[in-house]
Antibody
Framework: QVQLQESGPGLVKPSQTLSLTCTVS??????????WSWIRQHPGKGLEWIGY???????YYNPSLKSRVTISVDTSKNQFSLKLSSVTAADTAVYYC?????????WGQGTLVTVSS | QSVLTQPPSVSAAPGQKVTISCSGS????????VSWYQQLPGTAPKLLIY???KRPSGIPDRFSGSKSGTSATLGITGLQTGDEADYYC????????????FGTGTKVTVL
């Protein structure tokens, strides 16, 4: 059973960089075939796809966030990470990591990140 | 804003049936598989239907999916109080919008 777990600060100051890590267990990122993704959900709102990374390191980002997003992978630790720069209050959301192929079959529990001074 | 449109809410009594529509375009639903996700209050979304009409292991056959043209539909029969949740459709998109798009979400209320 694949499991994903997000970790990182729950509070980030405006203009700083949000950094989260997703640790994968029960399956190897290096095995290929999946796109390791970040998705967020603003309070009381719908789901927004942020981007994904393949085990090889190739990435694809949501055009609306592309200038501020970096997703990286550390296959030795079976982890992938999200960095979102120059955050504002509008980036306050629950951030989920998930595994994707044609669909998202495994999700982390989510972590709330609040942007506030 | 999402490119996939769902009704904000649907409701029915226990035991009844509800359907949720998901309307898109040729760049997304029209040329890609649709999946559906159930989000119970305070929890992460869970895959409910994939490849238009397939159910993951453990999902009861009360849940069904279909697709026609640029629209998809989720059906829930024998409605239970435990089905109260938000439901999202999702699919890949080949336009300039985000490669993966989710629907606007539908709140299911069991009366």
């Amino acid at each position: 059973q694949v499991q994903l777990q997000e970790s990182g600060p729950g509070l980030v100051k405006p203009s700083q960089t949000l950094s989260l890590t997703c640790t994968v267990s029960g399956g190897s990122i290096s095995s290929g075939g999946y796109y390791w993704s970040w998705i967020r959900q603003h309070p009381g709102k719908g789901l927004e796809w942020i981007g994904y990374i393949y085990y090889s390191g190739s990435t694809y980002y949501n055009p609306s966030l592309k200038s501020r997003v970096t997703i990286s992978v550390d296959t030795s630790k079976n982890q992938f990470s999200l960095k979102l720069s120059s955050v504002t209050a509008a980036d306050t959301a629950v951030y989920y990591c998930a595994r994707a192929s044609l669909h998202f079959d495994y999700w982390g529990q989510g972590t709330l990140v609040t942007v506030s001074s | 804003q999402s490119v996939l449109t769902q009704p904000p809410s649907v409701s029915a009594a226990p035991g009844q049936k509800v359907t949720i529509s998901c309307s898109g375009s040729s760049s997304n639903i029209g040329n890609n598989y649709v999946s559906w996700y159930q989000q119970l209050p305070g929890t992460a979304p869970k895959l409910l239907i994939y490849e238009n009409n397939k159910r993951p292991s453990g999902i009861p056959d009360r849940f069904s999916g279909s697709k026609s043209g640029t629209s998809a539909t989720l059906g829930i029969t024998g409605l239970q109080t435990g089905d109260e949740a938000d439901y999202y459709c999702g699919t890949w998109d080949s336009s300039l919008s985000a490669p993966y798009v989710f629907g606007t979400g539908t709140k299911v209320t069991v009366l």
